[in-house]
């Protein structure tokens, strides 16, 4: 429909990391439900614009940004981290090397992947009872804003903290 769809686990994490060759990572991960197992993901930076996570460019739990009241869901608005100073509240950019904005707060996000090992070359299982999701949210602490963290929902989960982005189909 209209030649969009969810993104793969690797593309969603492209888009967030970017290819900056002065940060390598190696996350943890479980391996079928036993001890964490260590993964080497390749280089790109921790956050989507660099090193470094602030209020000032993401939306997060206790991130101190203007819409950490709201009552319902404390979302903000598309591309408020864009550098400019809102109602008081200056913000940097949160842009990914490719124009990508909102990856790392505000809401987390579906891909289109079944939950499994992370592995190089990533092959996700063809089903499952878990998709994975990504990225930090309004919710979530600052741990989950890293580009490199990974946790899985079941497929039908309701969370205001989480969303969705679609990418051109190929």
């Known amino acids: 429909a209209l030649g969009r769809r969810l993104p793969s686990e690797p593309e969603w994490e492209k888009a967030a990391r ?3 060759p002065e940060y390598g990572d190696t996350i943890l991960v479980p ?15 921790p956050y989507p614009w660099g090193a470094t996570l602030g209020g000032d460019r993401a939306n997060y739990l ?3 940004d ?6 319902v869901a ?3 608005p598309r591309g408020f981290f864009d550098g400019s100073a809102h109602g008081g509240f200056q913000t940097r950019s949160d842009a990914s090397p490719y124009g990508a904005s ?4 505000n809401v987390a996000e579906w891909t289109a992947d079944w939950y499994g090992e992370y592995r190089r ?8 009872i878990w998709k994975v999701v990504r990225g930090g949210a309004w919710n979530r602490d600052a741990s989950a804003c890293v580009s490199t963290v990974r946790r ?16 051109g189909a190929p």
């Open 152 to 167: 899985w929902e079941f497929a039908d989960e309701r969370d205001p903290g989480i969303g969705f982005r679609t990418v």
């Open 31 to 45: 391996v079928d439900g036993g001890p964490r197992d260590s993964v080497e993901v390749g280089f790109g930076y």
């Open 121 to 128: 070359p990533h092959r996700p299982p063809e089903h499952g």
């Open 62 to 64: 206790d991130s101190g």
């Open 74 to 76: 404390g979302t903000c």
């Open 102 to 105: 909102d990856l790392a707060g």
């Open 18 to 20: 970017g290819n900056s």
């Open 66 to 71: 203007p819409f950490e009241t709201e009552v």
